[in-house]
């Protein structure tokens, strides 16, 4: 098993309500993208569900294609995150979608997590193997 971590910088935020509830309890969309320094050298876009039971809380889930070098690899991957986010940390973790590894990081498998305090970087680690 590999480790890898680092720095995910957020490039870009768009998220928009598709739900309201009564007591500002919302279910929103975000797209994001970020840039990734460390083990992970490249660019992720994400996808995140989120809902806010609440206006300083919320959980999310997503689906991100990382593009870049991994362990000195070159290709992509995807992640499925599936965190929380309590007014001052967001918190996840995240795991490799067996199967989704291109180029160079074809048969990748892992998982990790990444903590973000409020604002736009988070740290990330992955352990992480290849299939022989």
Do not use: C
Request: charged residues 25%; without cysteine; aromatic residues 10%.
């Amino acid at each position: 098993m590999m480790h890898a971590k680092g720095i995910a910088e957020t490039k870009k935020w768009d998220e928009k309500p598709y739900d309201e509830f009564e007591g500002g309890r919302k279910l929103t969309r975000a797209s994001v993208t970020q840039s990734f320094t460390g083990g992970i050298e490249g660019e992720g876009a994400v996808e995140y569900l989120m809902a806010y039971p609440n206006e300083n809380s919320a959980s999310y889930v997503g689906l991100q294609k990382v593009t870049g070098r991994l362990g000195g690899r070159a290709g992509s991957f995807v992640l499925q995150l599936s965190g929380s986010y309590d007014g001052e940390m967001a918190r996840a973790t995240w795991l490799v979608v067996v199967g989704s590894g291109t180029g160079e990081l074809q048969g990748l498998r892992g998982e990790g997590d990444f903590r973000a305090p409020h604002g736009s970087q988070a740290s990330y680690t992955l352990d992480y193997e290849f299939e022989s």
